[in-house]
């Protein structure tokens, strides 16, 4: 039987609310969910009742906000399996968790040579830091292919496993959708004496998740994408495995006695919790916990494969978008990326948003996975235990006529100029001689782009062009300012700020002001760089 969302919808009021006079659609799970009441209930609990520190006061309220915290730990070790408190650390975020690992586990056992693998699809939170702990140790870190549907190439897995030190791996793919087999590469792992940490970022919060069942040595989740706040994650973490680790961060709560000369770090888990750590959160999400296991996480995931499922056969049949990631028949979790031919992710989210749909668009933290596909971003709509298939149903519909819609966009919420540079624009396709370009890879959207510039002997702006795959609106800006700059002095480019505001009346959304003054920023850039090369 199928979740009771109208039941489950009351939980969050959040989603009464209306976006651009439409009713909310909340569709960017995946970056974080929403919160229902029980979770904030129990959040304003504490604070009413009995804030406290943990752990350092012989008072009732501390007592009581200890013993609170602690039961937190218990209730997420039992979340994902573990055998308890002392196997679950909290820590900011997924990403902290990862780092801790990285810090206290590989900084102390790599030495140059060592293998570390990790995939192709791992978010930037997992590929960021293994880059860096390679660096610092030497230790040589490997990528396990993608294939091209979107699943992980396993015989290039056992060859890359073969010799290994740590394997890092995303339990589900947050641009993807992809469930790896982690089970199978922790069993490798495990035949070849490595450690295994498991990204559990989008699996914990969207399936039944057993520690013991995937063997995992580590495993890293966020509470804010699992209807928990933001600002706590756990590291779980098998017990001699936690035992053996080195900590990462030090100070209070994580020692057991200081001298001058010396310290003793602190019982399992509290020797990875320096400082005072993140009670209220910490309490919540075990609030959160007991609320998915009420829903049941088998009921979890089945709902959001049905409504991934849904979204994908309509999408398919679609023949102005691609999908990324497995076919719906397959196993995967309720996230879907996809493009619409012709309009940039930016406008789409956009145009979305005019809908009162929320998506996410850009590289999702995985700018090398999105070279692979070949695109320089895409729109990823995620669902959670509150969406219905009506709303994938809002979400098909404002995707019908997308291009012609970004248009009405423009016209509509911009100043005139905007729809006009974009349909004529200024020496698009660069110009010929520049004296010097200026290169830009846009972080959020992964967008390529370049300025071409030539300058007379006199120091005048003689031509100005561009070449970009970014947005319609950084589009538009581009070439507004190669027409406006063109017979201005190469001094006047140095300091560009508020030249594009003023010449748009400030007349667009604040929501877009990086795709705005994204060129302006880029062009001043360049114009310095040339100057102190010149
Ligand atoms: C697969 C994956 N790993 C790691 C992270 C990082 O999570 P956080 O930002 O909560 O640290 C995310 C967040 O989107 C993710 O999807």
């Not at 820590?91 to 570390?116: C, F, Q, S």
């Not at 007991?290 to 023949?319: F, K, N, S, T």
């Not at 990326?337 to 009162?356: A, C, K, P, R």
Request: aromatic content about 6%; proline content about 4%.
């Amino acid at each position: 039987m199928g979740l009771d969302t109208d039941t489950i919808r009351r939980d969050f009021p959040v989603l009464d609310r209306t976006v651009n006079d439409t009713p909310l659609v909340y569709l960017d799970n995946a970056a974080t969910t929403h919160t229902p009441t029980q979770v904030y209930d129990t959040y304003e609990d504490y604070y009413s009742r009995y804030n406290a520190n943990v752990h350092r006061g012989i008072h009732t309220l501390s007592h009581e906000a200890s013993q609170a915290y602690e039961a937190a730990h218990d209730r997420l070790a039992e979340f994902v399996g573990a055998d308890g408190r002392e196997e679950m650390v909290f820590t900011k975020n997924t990403t902290e968790a990862m780092n801790l690992v990285a810090y206290g586990w590989g900084v102390n056992r790599l030495d140059p040579g060592d293998a570390i693998v990790t995939t192709e699809m791992e978010h930037h939170a997992s590929l960021v830091t293994w880059q860096q702990i390679a660096e610092k140790t030497g230790a040589d870190l490997r990528y396990i292919r993608v294939t091209a549907d979107g699943t992980l190439d396993m015989d290039h897995a056992r060859e890359l496993i073969d010799d290994v030190e740590l394997v890092s791996v995303a339990h589900v793919s947050n641009v993807l959708g992809t469930v790896n087999p982690v089970r199978e590469l922790a069993a490798l792992t495990h035949d070849h004496d490595g450690v295994i940490l498991v990204d559990g970022a989008q699996s914990v919060p969207t399936r039944p998740v057993d520690v013991k069942t995937l063997d995992a040595d580590f495993l890293a989740f966020s509470g804010h994408k699992m209807a928990g706040p933001t600002g706590i994650g756990c590291l779980y973490g098998k017990r001699h495995r936690l035992e053996a680790m080195e900590p990462f961060l030090f100070g209070g709560e994580m020692i057991s006695h200081v001298t001058f000369d010396d310290s003793e770090w602190n019982d399992l888990p509290w020797k990875f919790e320096a400082g005072t750590p993140p009670i209220a959160e910490g309490i919540a999400l075990a609030a959160a916990a007991d609320y998915l296991d009420d829903i049941g996480m088998d009921a979890v995931r089945e709902h959001e494969a049905a409504l991934a499922q849904y979204l994908i056969d309509e999408l398919d049949a679609r023949d102005d978008i691609e999908y990324y990631g497995p076919p719906g028949d397959v196993e995967r979790s309720g996230l879907v990326s996809f493009n619409v031919d012709g309009v940039h992710g930016h406008d789409l989210s956009e145009l979305l948003d005019n809908h009162g749909i929320a998506v996410r668009a850009g590289d999702h933290c995985t700018q090398p996975l999105h070279d692979i596909l070949d695109i320089p971003g895409s729109v990823r709509a995620s669902v959670y235990v509150y969406n219905t298939r009506g709303e994938i149903d809002t979400l098909l519909d404002a995707l019908e006529n997308a291009q012609r819609k970004r248009d009405h966009l423009l016209t509509d919420h911009y100043h005139d100029l905007i729809a006009d540079y974009y349909q004529n624009p200024t020496n698009p396709d660069g110009i010929t001689n520049p004296t010097f370009r200026k290169h830009s890879a846009e972080t959020t959207c992964g967008d390529e782009g370049e300025f071409h510039v030539r300058v007379d002997e006199t120091g005048r702006i003689e031509a100005l062009g561009f070449q970009s795959d970014s947005c319609a609106v950084s589009q538009a800006v581009a070439s507004l300012l190669a027409d406006h700059l063109t017979g201005a002095h190469i001094d006047d480019l140095t300091d560009l700020s508020g030249t594009v505001d003023a010449l748009l009346d400030g007349d667009f959304p604040d929501m877009r002001r990086d795709c705005v003054v994204g060129p302006e920023d880029v062009l001043q850039a360049g114009a310095r760089e040339h100057l102190t090369d010149s």
